[in-house]
Structure formats: structure tokens, C-alpha cells
């Protein structure tokens, strides 16, 4: 084509929007480069001055000379023939700088550069004690030193870009400072003394002397806003923190109480007793360093754990659950069960501990605790007069769930669980193949990030509430943690194909040896893909399981449990639709529910068919087997030979209340 017949006329970046752009890119820069800021800054100095002394501001040779006679310095001609700076080449933005090229930049010409092993901190500090000595009028007298001291003039340009780099770099915020905490620990303002302190003085008006701790419930819940079976843990702890032992004090050479392990903590040979009651002087002082400064869930933190540690571990629930047991109607008829209220104390703790010690260091966080539901379920806990209705945590009907099941599938009674004692859970419905994985991989209760060896140890009873609560209910994110685990089998982070085909292997095998039709692997795994959409069909990560949650538990229903598998392959979508519109949370309270009714009509069945002396022997070698009180599940012994079925007060059990019963 000849371009002579073309009508091309004036062109202008506007009608190129990329061109501008691009334009744009390298004008910034070039803007950015030293020499470019020595200009600029040169000549807004000169510009100043030039108006300062009331003369013309000139462009071009003219300023140049007038310039170069007054002060000395020639001004850059933009007019001659010295080519200016190149634009650069590359194409990184120039907003894009490291620390150690702003601190360089503000250090060039007359002082140091930050070296490759120098630690940016050091520089910064250094910059930042050289920029402060001034006159206070932008002089800095550490520059006029380096100037005498070198007997050479500061350009300056320079001076004036260092300076104002300089500046940046001083207002630059601390973003994160190590071990200085997450607040800035102001006071509430609803919760400052100076707010409260006519309704804690209208507390304290009818006990001059102090409130004596079986009265400080009021406060303790009315004013602390803790449940009221905090009292006594709460009372210890003002006591042990701002020790003032009353007039008519206990016995000096009385030990302390054994459930006093607060004052064992602080101060295990001291030989001050005891205080009974808690003065207005000394609550005000805890109002201060514990209340005003924090929200409730910090205070519950700081109140349950040890003065001198930043994490609770399982023993600091000890006293709480204890008072629990003590006063909750729901638990009234285990009052004369010693041995089961320790297992139900331990059942309460380690399921707080599975939700919520999510990192499984066997230490809360206040973080951890920040996310939980952990305080709504304690205050939940102390209004709801059936237990059984406070389904986190504290629910008897759980517990005797999670306990009848160790027990049975417990074959020597040493309250640990052997490989062949747990390939009997749920009618051998889990394959050989996992059971391993879980006796090599599986998460175990209130270790430090300790995993498996079951092999040479046994599974305990808390490291089995972790497996039956990952098990029954694969959806919530623990289940989802504990079996992407067990499922991958190198340790990766991906769980692929070929690790998913070593479980299913031994599911077919169990299929095809009881006469169903077998599935081929390649159609489950379609199905399963489809189910979760992962960013990578050959690479499943726990992000893709974690973002479906509901649907993910299917896919380790298929991997593990046979049982599961085959109600998956014959589904009724009816009856799925019921199981989502029902009362249940999830599928382990639909599963305790369940299973708890089971029992309770078994052993109605069997106790209906025991004539009179049998019942008698029963019920004295209950008596026989009731022990001392032990927390430690590895010392369990043969303590678990009967366990209270009944639910008491509001509870509504289906037997009377503290009655028990033997498994045979």
C-alpha cells in the first residue's frame, strides 16, 4: 500500500492511551533518579532565594549567570548541548524499594551505607540520631561537623535531598514490635474505677470487714461478669495476689487446702494461711490490675491461667470444673460418683482443648481463646439448669457416650487402647490401613505438638475423645486437620491421587469380600472432585477441603469408614433433607443423640431381666469400685467398671438419679 494515499493527520497521547501510559511510567522514572532530584531540588532552592531577595525568576542562560556570579554554584543549562539523563531501561515500578535502598538514599554523600549483613534496625537508629541534631531550624549540626571536618562545602542539593529523605524515613511508624503485645491496654471506659466504684463501694457498705467468699457470688457475676461457680477460683486468686490475712486467720500451721492450687503456685512453702474473706482495699486493687485494663476475654484468660505463664494448660480447668460439679442440678447425682466425676472433668477439658487449641500445642493462647466460643459456653453453662442442653463441652450425654464406648472397646481394662482394640470401633467399620496411619500419625491430647506412637504406648482415654469427636463429625476443622493428617502419607501438604487409591484399595477389597458391586477409583474419585473443586484436581490441599467444609467429610468417609461409604452410595435425598432441617448443630450431637438413647434402652433391657440378688451384688461391687478421684487418664486402673447413666436435676434421664451400671 502506498502510504502517500493515507490520511494520517496530527497525532496526540490522548489518542494513544497506551503510549501515555507508558509515557507516564518513564517521566515518574526519570523523576526518581538522583541526578533528576538534584536538579529539581537545586532550583526550587533558587527559585526561593531569587523571590526572597525580590528578584525575577529567569529561566535558561540568564539565571545561569546571574546565578553563578551571586552564589557560586552554576546552575544546570537544561538549554545546552549536554544531553540530559537517559530515561532507564528497566521496567520495575519505582515505587518499589526496598528499606535498604531509602536508607542508602538518605545516607549517600557524606555518610554511610547500610552493609549486606548490618541489620536494618541499627541503620534506622543511627539515621535517626544523626537527623536529630539540629538548632532546630534545619541545621543540622552533625552536618556542619562533617563539612569542617572534611574542609569541603555540602552541595546543597544534596543536603537539601538527604534532609528530606531523612525526614521520611524518621515519621515512618513502628508497624510490629516483638513481646510488646496486641493492645495498648487502655482502660474500659464502662469499666473504669472511677465509674464503678460507687456500686463496688454499695457491695462492700453491709461487710466493713470484708465479704466472706461464700458471699462474693454477687460480685463475681454481677460486677466481673464471670459464671458463678468462678467465685471460689476467683476469690483464691485475689487472695494469692494481694495476700492480707484477716484478724481471725486460720491456724498458721494449718497446711493449705489441696484444691488451693493457685496458692500452691504462688507460693507453695509459704506459711501465710489462708484468707477467707476479701476486703474493699484489696478488690480495688485487683479491679485495677486485672479489670480496668482488659475486656472479659482477656480477663477470663488472665483469670484461669498462672500468674507467671502466658498460656493454660489443661490442669488450670481443674478448679473450675470442679466447682461446676459442685453446685451445677445437673450434675447432682454424681455427687456420690467420685471416680466418674473425674472422668466427666476430663471429658469437659479435653473437648475444650480439641476445638480450640486449634495449633495442638496443649497450651491455649489468648488468641485462641479470642476465637473460640469458650466464655459463651461457660456462662451458657451456668444458667442452663440441664446440662444436657449445653451441647459444647459440658453435656453429660456426651460423656457417657465417649466413656461406654472406650470402655467396650477397652479388652484388658489397663484404659488404653491397643491397634486390635481399635479396629472394633463401630463394627470393624475402619480398614486396617487407617488404623495404622492413626496409630502413627494421629493427634494426641495435650502434647506439645507430639504425633502417633500409639504403637508403643496405647491410646489413652483423651487422645480417644479426639478420634471418636474427629470421627463422628468430619465437617467441623479439627476432624478436617486430624484426618488430612492421617491421609497424607508424605507429609507434603497435597494429598494426590495415589495416596487417595492406597486407602481406597483396602475399602474395595472390604466391598468385594462381602458380595457388593465394586466401584472403580477413577468414577469415586471424579465424583469427589466434583464434590470439592480443588485448585488442582492432582493436588488437593486443605484449603480446598477447609472451603467446603459441609462436603469435605465425604471424601474421608469414602478413604475410611466402610460403613459410612455404603450409606454415601445409597442415600436417600429425602432423608438428607431432614438430617439439614433438624435440631442438631451437627453430626456429632445428632450422632451422641443418638447413640445415648441406644444405650440407655440396652441396659434398661438388661437390668429388667436381673432378678433382686443379682441387683444387690451389683450395686455392692459398685460400692467395692468406687476410688479415690484421679485425673490422670493413664492411671485409670480398673476404675471404670460402672458408670452413672442418669442425668439429675433438669436433666431428664431416662433412670433415677445416680443410679449405675455394670458392662458385662
Not at 549517600?108 to 539540629?134: I, M, T, W, Y
Not at 505438638?449 to 504406648?457: D, L, V
Not at 432423608?575 to 445415648?596: G, L, P, S, T, V
Request: hydrophobic share 35%; glycine share 6%.
Amino acid at each position: 500500500m502506498d502510504t502517500a494515499t493515507l490520511n494520517i493527520g496530527p497525532l496526540s497521547l490522548n489518542d494513544l492511551p497506551s503510549a501515555k501510559i507508558k509515557v507516564d511510567e518513564l517521566f515518574l522514572e526519570w523523576l526518581n533518579l538522583n541526578e533528576t532530584g538534584r536538579i529539581i531540588d537545586f532550583l526550587l532552592d533558587e527559585a526561593s532565594t531569587r523571590t526572597a531577595e525580590g528578584l525575577p525568576i529567569c529561566s535558561g542562560g540568564s539565571s545561569s549567570s546571574d546565578s553563578g556570579g551571586q552564589h557560586g554554584a552554576p546552575i544546570p543549562d537544561l538549554n545546552s548541548n549536554t544531553a540530559p539523563p537517559r530515561s532507564p531501561t528497566n521496567r520495575s515500578s519505582p515505587k518499589k524499594r526496598t528499606q535498604s535502598e531509602m536508607l542508602n538514599a538518605a545516607f549517600e554523600n557524606g555518610s554511610r551505607k547500610v552493609g549486606p549483613g548490618e541489620h536494618l534496625s541499627d541503620a534506622v537508629s543511627q539515621l535517626n540520631f544523626d537527623s536529630s541534631r539540629g538548632d532546630g531550624m534545619g541545621n543540622k549540626d552533625g552536618d556542619d561537623d562533617r563539612q569542617h571536618q572534611t574542609g569541603e562545602e555540602q552541595d546543597p542539593a544534596v543536603s537539601s535531598s538527604a534532609r528530606r529523605q531523612r525526614s521520611s524515613v524518621d515519621t515512618i511508624p513502628v508497624f510490629f514490635v516483638p513481646k510488646s503485645g496486641h493492645r495498648s491496654r487502655k482502660p474500659i471506659p464502662e469499666d473504669e474505677l472511677i465509674s464503678r466504684l460507687a456500686e463496688i463501694e454499695s457491695y462492700f457498705k453491709p461487710h466493713p470487714s470484708g465479704i466472706p467468699f461464700e458471699n462474693f457470688v454477687h460480685i463475681t457475676k454481677g460486677l466481673c461478669g464471670l459464671p458463678s461457680f468462678f467465685n471460689l477460683p476467683l476469690c483464691r486468686r485475689i487472695a494469692a495476689l494481694f495476700p492480707t490475712p484477716p484478724a481471725s486467720a486460720l491456724d498458721k500451721t494449718k497446711p493449705l487446702a489441696p484444691n488451693s492450687a493457685v496458692l500452691q503456685a504462688m507460693a507453695p512453702n509459704s506459711a501465710i494461711p489462708a484468707a477467707t474473706k476479701v476486703t474493699l482495699k484489696v478488690f480495688l486493687q485487683y479491679w485495677q490490675k486485672e479489670i480496668e485494663p482488659f475486656d472479659r476475654y482477656e480477663r477470663f484468660f488472665r483469670l484461669v491461667k498462672q500468674p507467671n505463664v502466658n498460656y493454660i494448660c489443661k490442669d488450670d480447668f481443674v478448679p473450675f470444673v470442679q466447682e461446676l460439679l459442685h453446685f451445677h442440678p445437673g450434675l447432682e447425682f454424681l455427687e456420690s460418683h467420685d471416680e466418674f466425676q473425674r472422668k466427666y472433668a476430663l471429658t469437659v477439658i479435653a473437648r475444650i482443648f480439641y476445638k480450640v487449641n486449634l495449633s495442638r500445642t496443649g497450651k491455649l493462647s489468648l488468641r485462641e481463646v479470642y476465637n473460640s466460643n469458650l466464655i459463651h459456653e461457660f456462662m451458657h453453662v451456668d444458667e442452663e439448669t440441664d446440662i444436657n442442653r449445653v451441647v459444647e463441652y459440658f453435656s453429660y450425654e456426651h460423656f457417657y457416650v465417649l466413656y461406654c464406648r472406650f470402655f467396650e472397646l477397652d479388652a484388658d481394662k489397663d484404659s488404653k487402647l491397643t491397634r486390635d482394640d481399635l479396629l472394633k470401633y463401630g463394627e470393624h467399620s475402619l480398614s486396617e490401613a487407617l488404623v495404622d496411619r492413626i496409630f502413627q500419625v494421629g493427634c494426641r491430647a495435650f502434647t506439645d505438638g507430639k504425633e502417633g506412637g500409639f504403637f508403643h504406648s496405647g491410646m489413652t482415654y483423651s487422645d480417644f475423645i479426639y478420634f471418636m469427636l474427629a470421627e463422628e463429625d468430619k465437617s467441623s476443622l479439627p476432624s478436617l486437620t486430624y484426618w488430612y493428617r492421617c491421609a497424607d502419607l508424605d507429609a507434603d501438604g497435597v494429598l494426590t491421587p495415589d495416596e487417595l487409591s492406597y486407602f481406597y484399595r483396602s475399602q474395595l477389597h472390604r466391598i468385594t469380600s462381602m458380595g457388593q458391586e465394586s466401584v472403580f477409583f477413577g468414577d469415586v474419585l471424579c465424583q469427589m472432585l466434583d464434590m470439592i473443586s480443588p485448585e488442582d484436581p492432582l493436588a488437593i490441599t486443605f484449603h480446598d477441603l477447609s472451603r467446603k467444609k459441609n462436603v469435605s467429610g465425604v471424601l474421608f468417609d469414602v478413604l475410611f469408614n466402610l460403613h459410612k461409604f455404603m450409606r454415601f452410595e445409597t442415600r436417600d435425598p429425602f432423608q438428607e433433607k431432614q438430617k439439614r432441617d433438624d435440631m442438631f448443630a451437627c453430626d456429632w450431637d445428632r450422632f451422641a443423640h443418638i447413640e445415648y438413647h441406644r444405650l440407655a434402652a440396652e441396659e434398661e433391657g438388661y437390668d429388667s431381666s436381673m432378678d433382686v440378688e443379682e441387683q444387690r451384688a451389683k450395686e455392692l461391687a459398685q460400692q467395692q469400685a468406687e476410688n479415690e478421684w484421679l485425673i490422670d487418664d493413664e492411671d485409670d486402673g480398673d476404675d471404670g467398671m460402672y458408670v452413672a447413666s442418669g442425668k439429675g436435676g433438669g436433666g431428664g434421664g431416662a433412670h433415677e438419679k445416680g443410679s449405675s451400671k455394670a458392662f458385662r
